[in-house]
């Protein structure tokens, strides 16, 4: 589906933050689109999937993905969601929730933030009015009461890395779909190499080239954000350990600890908010 009436949601200096509410069904996908303003989309409940040229993001509810203006995205419903999606204003030559210019850089890449119990409530309450129907004064006020609060909560929120990087090579961007896809198909690179018609070592150097990664070291974070999506249904860790093709959640707790410094139990409840 295409994007919904973007343009009667614009954000401006008066109405700095704007927002739209929508509930789609799974696999619904919005085909891809950009804006001259700034976005961040957060799924209240379900998990959403956002997509940009150069990597993914799996959002459960309890984090929710930053977009900077003009960068084109796909956004994928990998559940039935309650997709709520914040337009922000950005004056020229500035970008992020109201930082100061020393701060700004972070904010001109996507990137995935911790959700409070406070900024979800904030976006729940702001008003998905579109601008072809009229606010009265008293809405006004306290949706820029508001816009504030959420500005406040986003600046102080903290960045979690639950994105994988994608190639522009169309081979190993083909061969890495099919791992996001379902990750447990094949253990190794070779029978992801065989899959694509290529050979390993040629895989192998792709990967090093396009993303600077090996190909384990990729695959573990489309496993953890594959993890994250589990948590997110209250699945057990045991059960999440199984999916992703484990054989015991010491195996599993392991690889979370090396990869995040942090057990699984404290990761993945972080993760289910």
């Given at each position: 589906?295409?994007?919904?009436?973007?343009?009667?949601?614009?954000?401006?200096?008066?109405?700095?933050?704007?927002a739209k509410a929508r509930q789609?069904?799974?696999a619904t996908q919005v085909i891809p689109h950009s804006h001259a303003w700034a976005q961040m989309s957060i799924s209240t409940t379900g998990v959403i999937r956002l997509s940009v040229p150069t990597g993914t993001y799996i959002v459960p509810p309890s984090r929710a993905v930053w977009i900077p203006p003009e960068v084109e995205h796909t956004v994928t419903m990998v559940e039935d969601a309650d997709l709520r999606?914040?337009?922000?204003?950005?004056?020229?030559?500035?970008?992020?929730?109201?930082?100061?210019?020393?701060?700004?850089?972070p904010w001109r890449r996507c990137r995935v933030l911790h959700v409070s119990e406070l900024l979800r409530a904030l976006v729940r309450e702001m008003p998905s009015v579109p601008d072809d129907v009229a606010l009265p004064a008293e809405a006004l006020r306290r949706e820029a009461l508001l816009s504030a609060l959420i500005l406040e909560e986003m600046r102080t929120a903290h960045a979690v890395r639950l994105g994988v990087d994608l190639p522009r090579d169309?081979?190993?961007?083909?061969?890495?779909?099919?791992?996001?896809?379902d990750p447990t198909r094949h253990e190794t690179?070779?029978?992801?190499?065989?899959?694509?018609?290529?050979?390993?070592?040629?895989v192998a150097?792709?990967?090093?080239?396009?993303?600077?990664?090996?190909?384990?070291?990729?695959?573990?974070?489309?496993?953890?954000?594959?993890?994250?999506?589990?948590?997110?249904?209250?699945?057990?860790?045991?059960?999440?350990?199984?999916?992703?093709?484990y054989n015991s959640p010491s195996a599993f707790s392991a690889m979370v600890r090396r990869a995040v410094g942090m057990s699984p139990a404290r990761f993945l409840g972080a993760q289910q908010g």
């Open positions: 589906m295409p994007a919904v009436t973007p343009h009667l949601f614009v954000p401006t200096g008066q109405r700095p933050v704007r789609l069904s799974a999606t914040l337009y922000f204003h950005q004056p020229a030559g500035c970008c992020g929730p109201g930082v100061p210019p020393g701060e700004e850089e169309k081979r190993l961007r083909a061969l890495c779909e099919a791992v996001l896809a690179l070779d029978g992801w190499a065989r899959d694509t018609g290529a050979s390993p070592r040629t150097r792709l990967f090093r080239q396009e993303l600077g990664s090996t190909f384990s070291q990729w695959r573990q974070q489309v496993i953890l954000a594959k993890a994250v999506a589990l948590a997110a249904g209250r699945r057990p860790i045991n059960q999440i350990a199984a999916e992703l093709g």
